[in-house]
């Protein structure tokens, strides 16, 4: 074996040096220049349901100042975990992210025995988009003006009343095993594929009670088909100002001032100049007056906020939605 010269000796650390000071320098680079090709959202549910909807109008609105087309693909399937799946297993450059839901962001790592994806390894949370109250409505029929009498109602008909889900293990699944729970009510559960059919079951008096979004319910109760008797969350909400929150009427669990959300993630890793420069983008998007209106429209509120203060209400509300679903007994394959 010949021996290397002083001269290639020298070249070889200088070159060991170089790719040392490349590797280390990637994040800032890619953050520097991103983006440098078009950004997808992934929305990990079927075209025109509202997350398809809120996440074509936020493309919409980012791709001037990304200054790169910022497009929409809907990769639907097994309640968001197809899509969000994609998205974990995406480069870590920011240029593939996920408009995803609390359940495909949180509740399914309680629900299913296996997924494949664990979000605390695999995503990072970029920001919250909107939060999502729901309204508690009821049949007509059913003799209570606010949520305290439905409660009394509930526990003086036991095993007689029935509530409905848009599927197992979604926040009106859980609220409503809760309320049964607490209630002593032994309500049966009867889950739907959707809202829409839910909220025409409830209006046919099939069912008895649901929690549901004000996009669905507000023409049925303004037309005096449903009842509404709370809304969960810590606030009113701006399309229904006069309907009571369930803490404002005393009903101050934690489960009823959780509300489901719509947020942004990445894959693992993304360089956080990279996240902070989408969540600032996010957060432009949707303080456009037309957005936010667009958004408010839909029952949601606007909450676009910073990687660390998701994160902060990711951690506060994970335990809270793992003891919901343990109590429901929910479980899927």
């Known amino acids: 074996m010949t021996k290397r010269t002083s001269l290639e000796r020298r070249l070889c650390v200088l070159a060991l040096a170089a790719a040392a000071t490349a590797g280390l320098a990637t994040p800032a680079a890619h953050a520097q220049g991103y983006p440098s090709k078009p950004v997808k959202i992934i929305v990990p549910f079927a075209p025109g ?27 639907p399937g097994a309640a968001g975990i197809v899509g969000t ?15 995803g839901l609390s359940n ?9 025995e296996k997924l494949p994806y664990n979000v605390e390894r695999d995503l990072t949370l970029v920001s919250q988009i909107a939060v999502a109250p729901l309204l508690l409505i009821a049949h007509p029929s059913i003799p209570a ?13 036991k095993g007689k009343l029935s509530y409905g889900s848009y599927g197992i293990g979604a926040y ?43 996009l669905q319910a507000k023409p049925h109760i ?35 001032r959780l509300t489901g959300w719509l947020a942004i993630a990445a894959p693992a890793n993304t360089p956080k100049p990279v996240l902070q420069r989408l969540a600032d983008e996010l957060r432009a998007a ?27 209400v990711y951690k506060r509300e994970l335990p809270v939605w793992q003891r919901m679903v343990k109590q429901s007994g ?3 394959e």
């Open 222 to 256: 303004e037309a005096g088909k449903l009842k509404v008797l709370g809304v969960t969350g810590e606030n009113r909400i701006a399309t229904l100002p006069n309907v009571p929150t369930m803490a404002e009427q005393g009903l101050k669990d934690e489960a009823y």
């Open 286 to 312: 949707c303080e456009q007056p037309d957005v936010k209106a667009r958004i408010v429209a839909m029952g949601f509120d606007v909450r676009a906020n910073t990687p660390e203060q998701f994160a902060a």
């Open 49 to 75: 349901g509202a997350t398809d909807i809120l996440a074509r109008l936020l493309a919409e609105k980012m791709a001037p100042k990304m200054g790169q087309p910022v497009l929409v693909e809907n990769k």
């Open 145 to 157: 003006n606010n949520a305290g009498e439905l409660m009394q109602y509930i526990g003086k008909n």
């Open 172 to 214: 009106p699944h859980l609220a409503g095993a809760h309320m049964s729970d607490v209630a002593n009510g032994d309500m049966s559960h009867v889950p739907y594929k959707g809202e829409a059919p839910m909220v025409q079951d409830l209006i046919g008096g099939q069912i008895h009670i649901a929690y549901a979004s004000a």
């Open 330 to 332: 929910a479980k899927l």
């Open 104 to 112: 495909s962001l949180l509740t399914n790592q309680f629900l299913y």
């Open 85 to 99: 799946d994609l998205v974990a297993k995406s480069p870590p450059d920011g240029h593939t992210i996920v408009l």
